[in-house]
């Protein structure tokens, strides 16, 4: 079995300021990490993932995420947010095993950018 | 990129009815599509995975009867709520595997059902 655990379920933040949003995860096999964002009455949209290579992955809207495998951490880094950042952003797992199995999602971290 | 496309992005429904929503994977081929369903201000919770050509599996507490799951072609799962209670009003969200690229996931924009 696998979990993800977002321990923040709310981070304000004032614009331009930096924000580090914690996904941890646990699972017994190797596993794909990903972090979706759902902008407010929106679906969810890849935000960025890691599959292998380099533990650091980033997006094309200057949002980052460092997978370390000993802290089985995977958070998600912005150095400085916009006003547009705001929305809810969800972790979340595949394990490897044959591509069977859907994702398994944190609870969510509701970003608020205030100006 | 990937695009998975749902359908309809909003449906009201009367209580008792039954209702359709379709996932289609537009530039891929898709074997495997999952459903979620999202409580407000709650997380994603896995409902089933649908497999082309073969019964989908349901999660635990998932009423197979209740949500029926066709994956009829490579790029089309469909979802249908049968005998739809106010209960069942929720967002319902499918994704897509692309075997193309590492297995990533893409999700649909999802679909807003009410039940009055």
Request: glycine share 6%; aromatic share 12%; with cysteine.
């Amino acid at each position: 079995a696998q979990s993800v655990t977002q321990l923040d379920s709310q981070v304000p933040v004032f614009e331009e300021a930096p924000v580090e949003l914690r996904c941890n995860y646990s699972s017994s096999v190797s596993v794909y990490l990903f972090w979706y964002v759902q902008y407010p009455n929106q679906g969810l949209q890849l935000l960025l993932k890691y599959l292998s290579g380099s533990t650091l992955v980033e997006s094309i809207n200057g949002f980052e995420a460092e997978f370390n495998k000993s802290q089985t951490s995977f958070h998600l880094r912005k150095p400085s947010v916009h006003i547009s950042d705001t929305a809810e952003y969800f972790c979340a797992v595949n394990s490897l095993r044959g591509g069977a199995d859907g994702l398994t999602f944190g609870k969510g971290t509701h970003l608020i950018i205030q100006p | 990129g990937a695009v998975v496309s749902q359908h309809p992005s909003w449906v009201i429904c009367k209580s008792g009815t039954s209702v359709k929503i379709e996932c289609r994977s537009l530039d891929f081929q898709a074997t495997t599509m999952f459903w979620y369903r999202q409580f407000p201000k709650q997380s994603l919770m896995l409902m089933a995975t649908s497999n082309e050509g073969s019964k989908a599996t349901y999660e635990q507490g998932v009423e197979k009867d209740k949500f029926l799951i066709n994956h009829a072609s490579l790029t089309l799962s469909t979802l249908t709520v049968t005998s739809a209670h106010p209960e069942d009003s929720s967002f319902y969200i499918c994704s897509a595997r692309d075997a193309r690229s590492g297995n990533t996931i893409y999700f649909g924009e999802g679909s807003w059902l009410t039940v009055v």
